[in-house]
């Protein structure tokens, strides 16, 4: 069974940066379409970004220009560098592994436990 372990989270200054890893284990991540989503407190999980297998990425419009996902596979890692973060970025981060890419929770299988990112002054 395929596990996954979010790293990378912190506290930044508004047009700070962060990078965060999804680590997996007991799978190998090159054959899932992974996933970032964040939750802040009071709202829905959101899609942020995803990455296909084959390494077409998307993004919300929201991260656009500021964040990045890519893949490692031969590290079995996915990062997400966020650039120029803002407050509103405050949220904790879950990275997800499914069959296809989609900014939607339901499309995907696996998750990890999340980890926190704050911006603030």
């Known amino acids: 069974q395929l596990q996954l372990v979010e790293s990378g989270g912190g506290s930044v200054q508004p047009g700070g940066s962060l990078r965060l890893s999804c680590a997996a284990s007991g799978s190998t991540l090159r054959y899932y379409a992974i996933g970032w989503f964040r939750q802040a407190p009071g709202k829905e999980r959101e899609g942020v970004s995803y990455i296909t297998t084959s390494g077409y990425t998307n993004y919300a419009d929201s991260v656009k220009g500021r964040f990045l996902i890519s893949r490692d596979n031969a590290k079995n890692t996915v990062y997400l560098q966020m650039n120029s973060l803002k407050p509103e970025d405050t949220a904790i981060y879950y990275c997800?592994?499914?069959?296809?890419?989609?900014?939607?929770?339901?499309?995907?299988?696996?998750w990890g436990q999340g980890t926190q990112v704050t911006v603030s002054s």
């Open positions: 997800s592994a499914g069959p296809y890419g989609s900014l939607l929770t339901h499309q995907y299988i696996y």
